[in-house]
Nanobody
Framework: QVQLVESGGGLVQPGGSLTLSCATS????????MGWYRQAPGKQRELVAT???????NYADSVKGRFTISRDNAKNTVYLQMNSLQPEDTAVYYC????????????WGQGTQVTVSS
């Protein structure tokens, strides 16, 4: 069973920062692609950032230069550091994994709410 345990959402003012974390099993972390997606009210879920087991990263254009995805191999945890947050970043953020260990099926965390508001 694939488990993705998220933490770190909350309320932040525009221009502020938050860090999300997502922990999983060692096998999943060392082989599969890990990523963050988000879904705002009334919108489809969209990719935010992904990282491979080798450490390569990919970002949505809307977050490039503001968000950073990183991996802690000792803790089997992926982080999303979000800086310069704006109201349009308000959404439920989901951790995701897919790859050879899961036959390329998507698995999702429970989601964590990020609200950017003054």
């Amino acid at each position: 069973q694939v488990q993705l345990v998220e933490s770190g959402g909350g309320l932040v003012q525009p221009g502020g920062s938050l860090t999300l974390s997502c922990a999983t099993s060692e096998r999943i972390f060392r082989i599969n692609l890990m990523g963050w997606y988000r879904q705002a009210p009334g919108k489809q879920r969209e990719l935010v950032a992904t990282t491979t087991a080798g450490g390569s990263s990919n970002y949505a254009d809307s977050v490039k230069g503001r968000f950073t995805i990183s991996r802690d191999n000792a803790k089997n945890t992926v982080y999303l550091q979000m800086n310069s947050l704006q109201p349009e970043d308000t959404a439920v953020y989901y951790c995701n994994t897919k790859g050879p260990l899961t036959l390329w099926k998507d698995y999702w965390g429970q989601g964590t709410q990020v609200t950017v508001s003054s």
